[in-house]
């Protein structure tokens, strides 16, 4: 891809641009007034100020750059993030609001801040002992209320496959940091029981969510978004894992990716996008979803885990995802906050806008391929 290096180069600059000065959206109130959180309307999710999930994947964003480039061009923006967070007050603890603490705790490696160390160590603590579990132990996928900081929902007994990206990662990285072999553990835990009761052996995909209540995979559908979660987070959790991960666990996340690969490579569209019910061609694209699915699937070949056959395939993405990017750095076809669905139609009917998470996945896909 290092033909395209000029060009990935400019776009990645504007995507970075626009997420730094990212706000929400021009028309709040009709969306507010018109679908609400029907459509995936949180305006919490909307920005890079607040303290959640979506800047929260923002933030990680940057920190990779920032590393990819070796340079420290994004550290005092990412400092002051934090630091003006704090001295705000924190929203309530849960899942989502976990998702920033995975970039603090890596950037702190700069600056050895005891404050920001205290907060990721307590956190981690917290995630151990506090945070409401499934059967079996399951990260309960508890969110913030809407409108209340301090409120949560509590989605009771509900596993989700976002948690992996959102939570379990920032645990393994704490007990990877901090030699801590129980939380190193217990994200083996999470991860081996989200693959158990999440991923669908027939079709190589995952379901958004797994309710303990009914025992069942609510709609059965398979979302691009919350796939690709998997797809990069997978890949993301071997690497931090820093070659110390059980060889046996190894296998079995390794396994289960290469499978995973392999469906989504059927289902790619000719635009080199995937749609957002991923076996849904009348479903819209998603440029979110596509590119973490991306970033993954370049990370495997990377690792040596995917072998070259894949790279046709990331570069049709790529290529796709840079056609999507607006002259102001915008990345488009981003699908707002998504909840648990019913039915395909939940999917295909959340609202379209620019989002933090959907500028810093393509930043992290643009990163890797500017590394092949």
Known sequence: MKKNETELRRKLDLVIEKLLNLGGPENEKELEETGGEAIGFFKRDFGIREWDWPQGVGLYGLLRIMQYDKNEKYKEFLHNW???????GLPSRNINTTTPLLTLAELNEYYHDPKFEELCLNWADWLMNCIPRTKEGGFQHVTSANG??????????????????MTVLFLNEMGQKYGREEWVNEGIHQMLMHIKYLYDKKTGLFYHGWTFNGNHNFGGVFWCRGNSWFTLGSMEYIEMSRGNLNPGVKTLVIDTYKAQAAALK????RSGLWHTVLTDPESYEEVSGSAAIAAGILKGIRFGI????????AERAVRAILENIDEDGTV?????????GMDAEHYKNILIAPMAYGQALVILALAEALLH
């Open 306 to 313: 995917l072998d070259d056959s894949y790279l046709e395939c």
């Open 332 to 340: 488009l076809k981003v699908s707002g906050g998504t909840g648990m």
């Open 82 to 88: 934090f630091s003006g967070n704090m001295e705000l």
């Open 148 to 165: 209340d900081r301090q409120g949560v929902r509590l989605n009771e007994n509900e596993m989700w496959i976002d948690t992996l990206f």
């Open 266 to 269: 059927k289902l790619q569209d």
